[in-house]
């Protein structure tokens, strides 16, 4: 009669399925199920050998290379199980006979051992749930504690009770007992050694069931754990489990290393693959949920595990052998750690697969092994990540391309891919994000891939586009609006804003001589953004106060153009009045207003100054209207910048009169004067830069109001410590040089350090440049033939800081 057992089985439990009329034990069990460290659960097969005439038949161990090795009295077969329905075939059903000891790592599934002609033992994995209630937990544990009452004097009942604690869950009991175990056995082994217990001891050194049962245990517990943090309280028992697992790694390592190589007991103690695995995957668990900041060297950690497991698959009848899956879970240490450059370090570890000790096993990246890759390049923040990454992906459409479908990227690679190059700082962005998205479409068109391009494939590039700083790129942003329309496929907003803005770009691009026909394009794109907006009912496109921006910065660069000035005070109208009917997506701020002003600077109007100070006063008076609260989440505030831009207005005018020109010169001093009321911002260098560009182009070269105007300017900038190279340099253009020789040369001294003439501390005491010195920070010293000096003294104080001892953590690097 056959035996047949089905049971429900949790934790590290153990499911005995003992044959009442079978006599022998099956002699050979081979896997027929692949390693997966994502299952979720480990089957552990360990089957006791009775004595057989007849040999061992050959094992063959999913973590081992090609070649057998034989299973022998009390070894153990681990297998990895995926999650799905995994199969060991191979035992013989007359020969059923002892114990199959079938351990869970983090969930619970159904066992079936049965004897029909199949042959074929198989394990479902289910839901995670606890069978036994309180009352089952505190009788079980009453039980394990009577056992220790009463004495552990077998190797045989020490492990019943490290088992025992791991289905109660108690992982920390298990693993005290454990080590009580190694101490006890080590002192009895000690006393045999100098004669003083010639008694032979019951107990050994604890076998591979004692080690393997607690760091399954212990690898359960962190699933646990992970499945209830809701932030970072729990993290410290992720880091606890991770811990004394690669520590009770090292005592096996330790005893391995230390025994007897005659001893059966000892090889039974050597650590397997698996109990590499598991603390490779504890390591990489402690940052699976994202970098914790204050905890450091987790992914070292890992690679050092793997380290060892490569060197010791130099050596075959070690069993240790490395896994594709071992390196996914270190890249995957390295990739979700905090650690500096921790991309350039998983692509090591990447490239160790091919290269590294472990060459000779042939391990090739998996789809998973490249994916992964990828998504680390994305989160580097180096500045040639997104070109890793894209390296990356190309090899995955190369080998889907040569016959492997598995590694056929999905639409979450490419958009990972696309969104890199969309924030990378890289002038060739554009263009290299153009380029995925046009091998996507051509995969998908030839019928090799499935994955279509869809409306956030093409948001990305445009917004790559956008952040360019290169020309030219208009009309290939209209290309792919054109792309979109003919697939079907909507712009949203962000597509729609993503194109007006590389047509602004485009306009404002040094190289673009006629900024008109850019401004306008960007113009007809918005216009098509409201058209959208009025014919849905559905609000997909809506414009919003940065695509107003967008056109009105375009506008501002067009020179000489009325139309550009006028168009640009009719946007702003209409935002005024958008607004005013409670739209206050299209609000306008302060860049709206600047950029008006900045249009009108470049127009002929000859009313452009009352229009420039009639939309400073409207922003001024708007926001001094405004209450406490409203002013600090007020959209458009009277800023410095608004102030230069309505100094630059009255500087631009051309061809007038010298009553105009003397209008305009006041009306500059007098923007000046409202600045330096004002309690929201103050004067700077360029506020005085301005007026003196100003005072030279309005009055007449040479004339007396020039020089007295350019010199109560430029008193006044000295007179408030603003002095810097470009004030002396637009100074010393618009000037007469006597004026400029009396003014800054006669008043400038000799400086032995600089080697040359500076300008006096205090006309520069109120800028940035500003170094450490003996005497503490004083200003840079400026000269006028050569702007900002850098003096020796100011370089032998810096050497001699770096050289201090509170320094050397500095000159090393940052390392203690």
């Not at 760091?215 to 410290?236: P, Y």
């Not at 691009?509 to 014919?535: C, F, G, I, S, W």
């Not at 206050?584 to 009352?610: E, F, Q």
């Amino acid at each position: 009669a056959a035996a047949s057992a089905r049971c429900r089985i949790r934790g590290d439990s153990i499911v005995h399925a003992v044959g009442k009329r079978s006599k022998s034990v099956a002699r050979h069990l081979s896997s027929s199920c692949v390693s997966d460290p994502e299952a979720a659960g480990v089957v552990r097969v360990a089957m006791s050998l009775s004595s057989s005439p007849q040999s061992p038949a050959p094992l063959h161990s999913p973590w081992s290379s090609s070649s057998p090795s034989p299973l022998v009295r009390g070894s153990a077969v681990t297998i990895a199980a995926a999650k799905r329905s995994f199969v060991v075939t191979g035992a013989n059903p007359a020969c059923l006979h002892g114990i199959a000891h079938v351990s869970r790592l983090g969930g619970a599934g159904v066992a079936s051992f049965s004897t029909d002609t199949s042959n074929v033992i198989t394990s479902t994995p289910t839901k995670y749930e606890t069978t036994g209630t309180d009352n089952e937990t505190s009788r079980k544990r009453e039980q394990l504690q009577q056992l220790e009452e009463d004495g552990l004097c077998t190797t045989d009942q020490f492990n019943e009770v490290i088992v025992g604690y791991t289905e109660i869950g108690d992982v920390a009991k298990a693993d005290e007992i454990l080590s009580k175990m190694e101490n006890v056995a080590k002192a009895r082994n000690s006393s045999a050694a100098s004669g003083k217990d010639d008694s032979p001891s019951s107990i050994a050194m604890p076998d591979i069931d004692s080690y393997t049962a607690v760091i399954d245990a212990w690898l359960a517990q962190q699933v646990e754990v992970e499945a209830k943090e809701k932030g970072t309280e729990c993290r410290g028992d992720v880091l606890r489990a991770a811990e004394r697992i690669d520590a009770i790694l090292r005592r096996m390592e330790h005893a391995s290393e230390s025994s007897s190589a005659s001893s059966t007991t000892d090889k039974a103690i050597t650590p397997l693959s698996h109990h590499y695995d598991a603390a490779v995957t504890a390591w990489s668990r402690c940052v699976s949920r994202g970098p914790v900041y204050a905890i450091r060297g987790i992914p070292q950690r890992a690679q050092a595990v793997l380290e060892r497991m490569e060197a010791l698959s130099l050596n075959r009848s070690s069993g240790v052998r490395p896994t594709v899956e071992t390196y996914n879970k270190v890249i995957e240490a390295w990739g979700n750690s905090g650690e500096y450059a921790f991309a350039p370090l998983a692509q090591a570890v990447y490239e160790r697969m091919e290269n590294g000790p472990a060459a000779h096993l042939d391990i090739r990246p998996n789809d998973k092994t490249i994916r992964t890759m990828v998504r680390v390049w994305a989160r580097s923040d180096l500045k040639n990540a997104a070109f890793h990454a894209t390296g990356h992906l190309m090899k995955l459409q190369e080998l889907l391309e040569a016959g492997a479908e598995e590694m056929e990227p999905t639409l979450d690679d490419y958009l990972t891919i696309l969104k890199c190059w969309a924030t990378a700082e890289d002038k060739h962005a554009a263009r290299r994000a153009q380029t995925v998205l046009k091998q996507m479409e051509r995969l998908y068109l030839n019928r090799t891939s499935d994955v279509r391009p869809t409306v956030a494939c093409y948001r990305y590039v445009l917004i790559a586009m956008s952040n360019s700083r290169l020309s030219g790129l208009g009309p290939k942003a209209d290309d792919l609006m054109s792309r979109m329309e003919d697939r079907l496929l909507v712009a949203d907003s962000t597509c729609f804003g993503a194109t007006i803005k590389v047509w602004s770009n485009s306009a404002c691009h040094k190289d673009t001589k006629n900024a008109q026909p850019d401004a306008e394009r960007a113009d007809d794109v918005l216009q098509q953004m409201k058209e959208m907006y009025h014919r849905s009912s559905q609000i997909v496109v809506k414009p919003v106060t940065c695509n107003y921006n967008d056109v009105l910065r375009a506008y501002s660069m067009c020179k000489g153009d009325d139309s550009a000035a006028w168009r640009a005070e009719e946007l702003l109208d209409e935002m005024n009045e958008l607004a005013r009917e409670g739209d206050t997506n299209v609000m306008p701020d302060t860049d709206s207003y600047i950029s008006t002003m900045n249009a009108l600077a470049r127009s002929k109007l000859p009313d452009k100054i009352a229009k420039s100070m009639r939309l400073l006063n409207q922003i001024i008076d708007r926001f001094q209207q405004a209450s406490g609260g409203e002013k600090e989440a007020a959209v458009a505030k009277p800023t410095v910048d608004c102030y230069h831009a309505m100094v630059k207005v009255c500087a631009s005018i051309r061809g007038a009169s010298s009553e105009e020109r003397s209008v305009a010169l006041r009306t500059a001093i007098r923007t000046v004067k409202m600045l330096k009321e004002s309690d929201e911002c103050s004067t700077n260098s360029e506020t005085y830069r301005q007026l003196i560009e100003a005072s030279g182009k309005l009055l007449s070269p040479g004339t007396s109001e020039q020089t007295q105007a350019l010199k109560a300017v430029f008193t006044n900038c000295c007179r408030d410590g603003l002095v810097d190279d470009k004030v002396l340099k637009q100074f010393r253009k618009a000037a007469p040089t006597d004026l400029y020789e009396e003014t800054v040369l006669f008043n400038s001294k000799t400086s032995s350090d600089a080697n040359g003439m500076v300008l006096p501390e205090g006309w520069t005491r109120n800028i940035g440049h500003k170094v450490r010195t003996a005497d503490g920070r004083k200003p840079q010293p400026l000269s006028p033939d050569v702007g900002f000096v850098v003096t020796p003294s100011m370089v032998d104080y810096k050497m001699r800081r770096l050289r201090s001892r509170k320094n050397q953590r500095l000159l090393r690097g940052g390392r203690s």
